[in-house]
């Protein structure tokens, strides 16, 4: 299955890049949150607190990095947050409903 990781490069800027994770290989992690990101919420400049994958269940976000590229994410898609050192990425909520999503730290 793939999905888009979000990584810190050696440039200090957060990247995107599609990867292959297995399917049906169990990963250790350390709990699951539910989240709501209400309509026009932004989280300006952060770096991803942990490893972890983030899944979007119903509304939009939209993710900026350091070079301006705008990646959006809807329901069903799944994201692994890497990018633990550096500028990081802006988050947006998009459009006129809230975003419930999953956050998964990983071990």
């Given at each position: 299955?793939?999905?888009?990781?979000?990584?810190?490069?050696?440039?200090?800027?957060?990247?995107?890049e599609e990867i292959e994770v297995p399917d049906?290989?169990?990963?250790?992690?350390?709990?699951?949150?539910?989240?709501?990101?209400?309509?026009?919420?932004?989280?300006?400049?952060?770096?991803?607190?942990?490893?972890?994958?983030?899944?979007?269940?119903?509304?939009?976000?939209?993710?900026?990095?350091?070079?301006?590229?705008?990646?959006?994410?809807?329901?069903?898609?799944?994201?692994?947050?890497?990018?633990?050192?550096?500028?990081?990425?802006?988050?947006?909520?998009?459009?006129?409903?809230?975003?419930?999503?999953?956050?998964?730290?990983?071990?």
């Amino acid at each position: 299955m793939k999905i888009t990781r979000l990584y810190t490069g050696k440039d200090g800027e957060s990247h995107f890049e599609e990867i292959e994770v297995p399917d049906e290989k169990l990963q250790a992690a350390e709990g699951i949150m539910f989240r709501v990101g209400p309509p026009g919420q932004v989280l300006d400049w952060h770096p991803a607190p942990r490893r972890q994958y983030l899944i979007t269940f119903s509304g939009q976000v939209e993710v900026e990095i350091g070079d301006g590229t705008v990646r959006r994410f809807g329901p069903g898609d799944i994201m692994l947050a890497d990018d633990l050192t550096g500028r990081g990425h802006i988050t947006r909520v998009a459009g006129n409903q809230p975003r419930l999503f999953a956050q998964i730290p990983l071990k």
